[in-house]
């Protein structure tokens, strides 16, 4: 049971036009979420974090806003860039648990076309 | 810094031989991940390492995977004998120094990974 979903296996957006990625999680326990962003033939890199104690979390083009009654959390990149064109995973950690621990969502690809 | 080392990238096999992966943590990580990343299953981990030690191997799925970590700069999974539904890619990701995600200076860093076929 996937207790962390990226129901859009893909996404296309315009360069400069905002690209949203969206993530639902089913485990309540989940206090802390991640962003990581993987190009072809490289493992995951780190794009951005959220603590369930904040709504929004804003590094430069990429913000992340987590809804917890909705158990949504969404990735917006503005303005897009076709560098940004990867796959993005969604990630989710009990801290109170096996704070090492990450489950993944299944993943996002995204392309921004010039 | 060169970053975790993963080797082989690439591996191809045929069913039932010993498939070993290996992987160099970023120097100074004393903890090591590792992941297997499927269509079906996504991205899971399969143990964690904390100073060389095993902490906990509960998504190793089954007796023909084993993993171990002799010393702070090298570890192996080993699959034995391999079968064609272990085909996937395989991550090593390391972190410092103890591997809490919720630090975000302690975030894991994930190798290129190891793309295993068994045909």
């Known amino acids: 049971d996937q207790q962390v979903k990226q129901n859009s296996p893909s996404l296309s957006v315009q360069e400069g036009r905002i690209s949203i990625l969206n993530c639902d999680y089913t485990?309540?326990?989940?206090?802390?979420f991640l962003w990581y962003k993987k190009y072809p033939a490289e493992g995951p890199t780190f794009l951005i974090s959220?603590?369930?104690?904040?709504d929004k979390n804003e590094d430069g083009r990429f913000t992340v806003f987590l809804n917890k009654s909705a158990k949504h959390l969404s990735l917006h990149i503005v303005p897009s860039q076709p560098g940004d064109s990867a796959v993005y995973f969604c990630?989710?950690?009990?801290?109170?648990?096996?704070?090492?621990?990450?489950?993944f969502g299944k993943g996002t690809l995204l392309t921004v076309n010039p | 810094d060169a970053g975790v080392i993963q080797s082989p990238r690439h591996e191809v096999t045929e069913m039932g031989q010993e498939v070993t992966l290996r992987c160099k943590p970023i120097?100074?990580?004393?903890?090591l991940f590792w992941y297997r990343q499927t269509m079906m299953r996504g991205l899971e981990l399969l143990i964690y390492?904390?100073?060389?030690?095993?902490?906990?191997d509960s998504g190793m799925p089954e007796d023909r995977f084993s993993a171990k970590m002799p010393n702070a700069s090298f570890s192996t999974l080993k699959i034995q004998p391999s079968e064609p539904r272990d085909s996937a890619v395989y991550f090593c990701?390391?972190?410092?120094?103890?591997?809490?995600?919720?630090?975000?200076?302690?975030?894991?860093?994930f190798g290129p990974g190891t793309r295993l076929l068994v045909l």
């Open positions: 990701a390391s972190s410092s120094p103890s591997g809490v995600v919720t630090h975000v200076q302690e975030t894991q860093y």
């Open positions: 485990n309540s326990m989940f206090d802390y």
């Open positions: 959220i603590s369930s104690i904040k």
């Open positions: 990630a989710a950690i009990n801290s109170g648990g096996s704070n090492y621990k990450l489950t």
């Open positions: 120097s100074g990580h004393n903890s």
């Open positions: 390492f904390n100073n060389n030690v095993p902490i906990d």
